[in-house]
Structure formats: structure tokens, C-alpha cells
């Protein structure tokens, strides 16, 4: 297959990872000389291991490539030139119709192989945030070299102040206020963002009566879910400003008739679905802010309970809507920062094309697909 996508090729190679995009070219190019990253690969294939991953929301023509019906899938594009990505490249979406005969076929990786684990931990993530790529292949035994992740120790110190935030209610419903509990409160944070939950997590979970395996899934959501809650606090200045700049920004040149129609409308439908996309977000996190508050304020582990079972179904959903909000505000700090080239009319299009994609309405794409 050849994926001729030329602006999400030409422009991502200069473009770091984002929540939507992992760029192992760009890590490549930037990390090709670190021991660490010759010893410790993300693939084993040289072609995986310098291919953009990109999480992507399936067109109606797409549909029909998989068993089950899906929204968002996990798109491997492999450039057919990687000094010149105008050639454009290959590409298969991860657990596609005849996915292993296809690696085979086209990258010569073979059933069973490692690197089809790894695209598959990827895959069943919603977004592919540092923070969380790097648990999830941690969860499935691969620990690929640091500079895969951009993930810096200021933002990681940050992080984990606001688990411990987040957490304090729940620390001090077990011990009390006193002073035990500031260490507590550290340590339980430490055990939700590491992969190892400990004694006391073990104990929540026989408070919670859930079994291993669920209580496991339901954490790593719950870990999901406090980061989502972290990135969303971080964004809301820059989502407001990027919703501005969309309304107003102009490409080079002369606009036809067609164009400026086209432009202005994405400018409108744009802004509203950023802002409501936000909504969406802080909406499904309200969810989890409600069953947390039962447990560590009313004394009610029941509904927490519920969250966690539901968190799975829960997280794939907020990952997706975050993520495509991640998108839009990373892409435009790359293409309209400061001293960027002016931006075409043609590739302005396609850069309120792929936005609008990533921000559809789901419900309302459903509906439509049902009526047709």
C-alpha cells in the first residue's frame, strides 16, 4: 500500500512525537549515535524502527479493513525514501484484515515475531503520549531506550505532584491527617505511576473486591485517567489560544472563491469543535472525579468500583478525544511558530482537513452511518 499523504509526511519528519504520531524517524535521525539507543531498539526491524506510527481516525472506505467495527486504528507508515518523504510511503494499520501475512509480505516479519507484540501494545492504547507508551510496553516486557519518550524529569516532577494531589483524599481516608500520611501520600503516588502497585494498592483492591486482573486494568486506566486530567489542566491556555489563531489565520497568496468558502467554514467548525471536544473531555473525566468523591468522601467504594471496571471502555474514549486535541495544539505550535515559512493555501486546506477528522463528532458520525 502507499500512503501519499505528502503534508503528514514532509512536515512530521521535522516534527517531534505528539499524542497522535510517533516519529521514529525524527528519534532516529536525532539519536542514531547513543549507545543506549543502538542497545535498546523500540523494534528489532531497521524499517519499523524508523516508521511513523500514527494513530489514526478511520474514513468510511476504511472501515471495511478490519473484523470489528472501529474508530481509531494504528497506522505503520514506512517512507519509501527517507531523505525525500515527498515519495510518499507504505503503510498497514495494525490488525488489519491479513495484518501478518501483510508484515510478512512487505517488511519480511515474520508470525510471532517480537516487533508484532510491541505494535500490538501500541495499538491498544488510545493515544500515543510518552508517558503512557513507555508504561504500557513496560506493562508488556519492553523497555526500549529513554530518548523514544519525551518525557522530561520537570514534566515527570509535575506529574507526580499532581497524582499526589489527587490522591491525598484517599491517603488520609486510610491513615488520617497526620504525618504518616504526607510520606503515604508520596509513596501510593510513586506505586500508581510505576507498574508495581504494592501492598497498600493490594489492599484497596481486596477493599474493592476485584479480582487481579481487573483491579490490574482498572489501575493502569485510573493512571491514565489522573495523566489525561494533568495534560487537560496543562492545555486549557494553549486550546484557547490555538482556537483563536485557527479563527483568524490567513495562508499566502490569492484565495479563490472556492477556497475562502471552504476556509471559512473550517475556521467556524473548527473553533466549535475544539472547544466542545474539551467539554466531551472534562465531561468523561467528571466520571471519575464523581466515583472518586464517593469513595474517599462519602465512604461509598461501590462506585469507585464501577469506575474501574468501566475504566477500560472509559480511558479508549478520553484518550482519543484528548488526543485529538493534543494533535491540533502540538501540530500548530510546529507549523506556526514563530519564524515558520508562511503556510499555502492548498496546505492550509489540508491542515483544517486533517483537524477536522481528528475532532469529528463520533456520535454524530454513528447516527449517520446508521441512517445511511
Same mark, same amino acid.
Request: with cysteine; hydrophobic share 40%.
Given at each position: 500500500?502507499?500512503?501519499?499523504?505528502?503534508?503528514?509526511?514532509?512536515?512530521?519528519?521535522?516534527?517531534?512525537?505528539?499524542?497522535? !504520531?510517533?516519529? #521514529?524517524?525524527?528519534?532516529?535521525?536525532?539519536?542514531?549515535?547513543?549507545?543506549?539507543?543502538?542497545?535498546?531498539?523500540?523494534?528489532?526491524?531497521?524499517? #519499523?524502527?524508523?516508521?511513523?506510527?500514527?494513530?489514526?481516525?478511520?474514513?468510511?472506505?476504511?472501515?471495511?479493513? +478490519?473484523?470489528?467495527?472501529?474508530?481509531?486504528?494504528?497506522? !505503520?507508515?514506512?517512507?519509501?525514501?527517507?531523505?525525500?518523504?515527498?515519495? &510518499?510511503?507504505?503503510?498497514?494499520?495494525?490488525? $488489519?484484515?491479513? +495484518?501478518?501475512?501483510?508484515?510478512?509480505?512487505?517488511?519480511?516479519?515474520?508470525?510471532?515475531?517480537?516487533?508484532?507484540?510491541?505494535?500490538?501494545?501500541?495499538?491498544?492504547?488510545?493515544?500515543?503520549?510518552?508517558?503512557?507508551?513507555?508504561?504500557?510496553?513496560?506493562?508488556?516486557? !519492553?523497555?526500549?531506550?529513554?530518548?523514544? +519518550?519525551?518525557?522530561?524529569?520537570?514534566?515527570?516532577?509535575?506529574?507526580?505532584?499532581? *497524582?499526589?494531589?489527587?490522591?491525598?483524599?484517599?491517603?488520609?481516608?486510610?491513615?488520617?491527617?497526620?504525618?504518616?500520611?504526607? &510520606?503515604?501520600?508520596?509513596?501510593?503516588?510513586?506505586?500508581?505511576?510505576?507498574?508495581?502497585?504494592?501492598?497498600?494498592?493490594?489492599?484497596?483492591?481486596?477493599?474493592?473486591?476485584?479480582?487481579?486482573?481487573?483491579?490490574?486494568?482498572?489501575?493502569?486506566?485510573?493512571?491514565?485517567? #489522573?495523566?489525561?486530567?494533568?495534560?487537560?489542566?496543562?492545555?486549557?491556555?494553549?486550546?484557547?489560544?490555538?482556537?483563536?489563531?485557527?479563527?483568524?489565520?490567513?495562508?499566502?497568496?490569492?484565495?479563490?472563491?472556492?477556497?475562502?468558502?471552504?476556509?471559512?467554514?473550517?475556521?467556524? *467548525?473548527?473553533?466549535?469543535?475544539?472547544?466542545?471536544?474539551?467539554?466531551? !473531555?472534562?465531561?468523561?473525566?467528571?466520571?471519575?472525579?464523581?466515583?472518586?468523591?464517593?469513595?474517599?468522601?462519602?465512604?461509598?467504594?461501590?462506585? +469507585?468500583?464501577?469506575?474501574?471496571?468501566?475504566?477500560?471502555?472509559?480511558?479508549?474514549?478520553?484518550?482519543? $478525544?484528548?488526543?485529538?486535541?493534543?494533535?491540533?495544539?502540538?501540530?500548530?505550535?510546529?507549523?506556526?511558530?514563530?519564524?515558520?515559512?508562511?503556510?499555502?493555501?492548498?496546505?492550509?486546506?489540508?491542515?483544517?482537513?486533517?483537524?477536522?477528522?481528528?475532532?469529528?463528532?463520533?456520535?454524530?458520525?454513528?447516527?449517520?452511518?446508521?441512517?445511511?
Amino acid at each position: 500500500m502507499t500512503d501519499r499523504a505528502i503534508r503528514n509526511l514532509a512536515h512530521l519528519r521535522r516534527s517531534a512525537s505528539t499524542a497522535r !504520531v510517533l516519529n #521514529l524517524l525524527k528519534v532516529y535521525n536525532d539519536n542514531r549515535r547513543d549507545p543506549d539507543y543502538a542497545d535498546r531498539p523500540i523494534f528489532r526491524s531497521v524499517a #519499523l524502527n524508523r516508521a511513523l506510527i500514527i494513530k489514526h481516525r478511520l474514513r468510511r472506505n476504511e472501515f471495511d479493513c +478490519f473484523h470489528l467495527r472501529r474508530q481509531v486504528a494504528t497506522k !505503520v507508515v514506512i517512507p519509501i525514501d527517507s531523505d525525500d518523504l515527498k515519495t &510518499g510511503g507504505r503503510y498497514v494499520f495494525v490488525d $488489519q484484515r491479513n +495484518f501478518e501475512r501483510l508484515m510478512q509480505e512487505s517488511f519480511g516479519i515474520e508470525p510471532g515475531h517480537p516487533d508484532l507484540t510491541t505494535l500490538r501494545l501500541m495499538d491498544a492504547l488510545p493515544s500515543l503520549d510518552p508517558f503512557l507508551l513507555r508504561e504500557q510496553l513496560k506493562r508488556g516486557g !519492553v523497555e526500549p531506550a529513554a530518548c523514544y +519518550f519525551a518525557i522530561s524529569d520537570g514534566d515527570l516532577n509535575r506529574m507526580l505532584a499532581f *497524582v499526589e494531589g489527587e490522591i491525598r483524599p484517599l491517603v488520609t481516608l486510610s491513615l488520617g491527617n497526620d504525618i504518616e500520611s504526607v &510520606g503515604s501520600t508520596r509513596r501510593l503516588a510513586g506505586k500508581i505511576l510505576s507498574s508495581d502497585p504494592g501492598d497498600r494498592m493490594e489492599a484497596l483492591r481486596e477493599t474493592l473486591q476485584l479480582h487481579p486482573d481487573e483491579y490490574q486494568e482498572g489501575v493502569f486506566c485510573w493512571k491514565g485517567f #489522573l495523566y489525561y486530567k494533568w495534560v487537560l489542566s496543562s492545555l486549557m491556555a494553549d486550546v484557547a489560544a490555538v482556537a483563536d489563531a485557527v479563527s483568524t489565520v490567513t495562508p499566502l497568496g490569492k484565495v479563490d472563491r472556492t477556497s475562502r468558502e471552504y476556509l471559512d467554514r473550517g475556521r467556524r *467548525v473548527l473553533h466549535e469543535r475544539i472547544m466542545k471536544t474539551c467539554e466531551e !473531555v472534562s465531561a468523561t473525566l467528571r466520571i471519575y472525579d464523581d466515583a472518586y468523591a464517593d469513595l474517599t468522601v462519602n465512604g461509598k467504594p461501590a462506585a +469507585f468500583r464501577d469506575f474501574l471496571l468501566k475504566a477500560p471502555r472509559l480511558f479508549t474514549r478520553l484518550g482519543e $478525544q484528548l488526543g485529538a486535541v493534543q494533535h491540533v495544539i502540538s501540530f500548530w505550535r510546529f507549523r506556526f511558530a514563530p519564524g515558520a515559512p508562511p503556510v499555502s493555501v492548498d496546505e492550509l486546506i489540508d491542515v483544517f482537513m486533517d483537524f477536522e477528522t481528528g475532532l469529528a463528532d463520533r456520535d454524530q458520525e454513528l447516527g449517520q452511518r446508521m441512517v445511511a
